[in-house]
């Protein structure tokens, strides 16, 4: 079996992140108990995660959409698949090396999705592009960390908590969607999804598209 040759390693905002690869295949790992944080091969509720979200807004003219943590470019590649041409993409990664491996090592798997014109990154937490941008987005779509309940950065459990939701319902335009991806279901953060004033469904997906793997949990919560 082919061992996994380290590429790149990276410590920033107390994380440790390392860029590994076997043969085509590549994987981002982080120190500590949660281990592989994503991979190539797996990426299919991703893709559903933006599908959803950019469906939901076709219809509008000139939308703006915003993606919470860029990863291997897989939610953003569905991004710009599902968004006519005249929408504009902001993608909020707080990590500069994810960003970096993107453009030098990784950016094929997902056909080079930060090369597209409708793409502006920004690097910055996602909390923060929020509140900064007030009643601004068509869509948001959060694929950052391992979902609600799954943080390897303590700093994350303010964008789920009921403040962080908060910042999300007043980014979005009334009648604005936000999906987000978990590992795992949490039915508190439905609850919470609720309490703020969205409208919710939960939906389960598979991590691969032949209908294997493990499901994942997506939250569809619009903004009424």
């Not at 390392?18 to 085509?24: N, P, V």
């Not at 807004?57 to 590649?77: D, S, W």
């Not at 041409?85 to 994810?98: D, G, H, K, Q, S």
């Amino acid at each position: 079996m082919t061992p996994y040759t380290l590429i790149d390693t990276s410590c920033e905002h107390g994380t440790t992140l390392r860029l590994l690869q076997k043969d085509d295949e590549f994987t981002i790992r982080v120190d500590g108990e949660h281990g592989e944080l994503m991979h190539s091969s797996v990426h299919n509720s991703e893709d559903v995660l933006a599908e959803l979200a950019c469906k939901h807004v076709a219809a509008r003219e000139n939308p703006r959409l915003l993606v919470g943590g860029l990863g291997m470019g897989f939610t953003l590649a569905s991004a710009l698949r599902h968004s006519g041409p005249t929408a504009r993409i902001f993608v909020a990664e707080l990590m500069p090396a994810v960003v970096r491996w993107n453009h030098q090592h990784i950016g094929a798997i997902a056909g080079h999705p930060l090369k597209d014109e409708r793409v502006e990154v920004l690097i910055q937490d996602v909390g923060k592009v929020m509140r900064d941008h007030y009643n601004s987005f068509d869509a948001i779509m959060l694929d950052v960390d391992n979902g609600p309940d799954g943080y390897t950065r303590d700093d994350n459990d303010n964008l789920y908590g009921l403040g962080g939701l908060e910042t999300a319902f007043e980014s979005l335009k009334p009648g604005g969607i936000l999906t987000v991806w978990s590992a795992d279901r949490d039915i508190n953060f439905t609850q919470r999804l609720m309490k703020i004033g969205f409208e919710v469904e939960e939906k389960r997906v598979r991590e691969h598209t032949d209908d294997l793997g493990a499901i994942h949990t997506i939250w569809v919560a619009i903004r009424y």
